[in-house]
């Protein structure tokens, strides 16, 4: 198989914002940019500025529905553990519906902040798992966004299941 490295890296230094549009055609946009770069915008600049996407279906739910449901999203193959694993788009769909459906009872809302856990070996990341993954795990990831409730942050249960 022949590399075609040189070839896009040609295309790229010759017209970056060009190469970019083409690139953004293959990503299925909420609202699709009209401005490709903004050298003012901050000190390096920003990438498609007016343009809104969903990073998570562009990236999971697409294509399940493209009809790649049974696909291979993930493959693991340890040869540590001599484990291997094998998750379908339709499987992996389903494990962040679960986890944005708990993200929510728990009353996240779109532009709040999370950060979540990702382990290097795949696993069920549920919050009906008590393993990692529990209410009380979420809630304290939830603390990196501001309180919505009177609660002071400072009651905000410590990271000792980590």
């Known amino acids: 198989m022949v ?3 040189g070839e896009v890296y040609a ?6 914002q060009g190469f970019w549009a083409k690139a953004a055609e293959g990503i299925d946009w909420i609202r699709p940019p009209r401005t490709i770069f903004d050298a003012e915008a901050g000190v390096y600049g920003r990438w498609f ?3 809104t996407l969903n990073a998570c279906y562009n990236a999971v739910d697409r294509h399940v529905a493209a009809g790649r449901g049974d696909q291979a999203a993930i493959y693991y193959d340890s040869p540590v553990t001599n484990a291997k694993r094998r998750i379908s788009y339709r499987e992996l769909l389903d494990e962040v519906a679960t986890l944005a459906a708990a993200l929510a009872d728990l009353g996240l809302a779109k532009g709040d902040r ?3 856990y ?7 990341c549920s919050p009906c798992s008590p393993a990692r993954a529990s209410a009380r795990s979420i ?3 939830s603390a990196a966004s501001p309180p919505r409730s009177s609660q002071p ?5 410590s990271p000792s299941w980590c």
């Open 11 to 16: 295309q790229w230094r010759a017209d970056p």
């Open 3 to 5: 590399s075609r490295y």
């Open 139 to 141: 809630r304290w990831c």
């Open 49 to 51: 500025p007016d343009a």
């Open 153 to 157: 942050a400072s009651t905000t249960p």
């Open 118 to 124: 990702m382990p290097m070996i795949p696993r069920r």
């Open 114 to 116: 999370v950060i979540v």
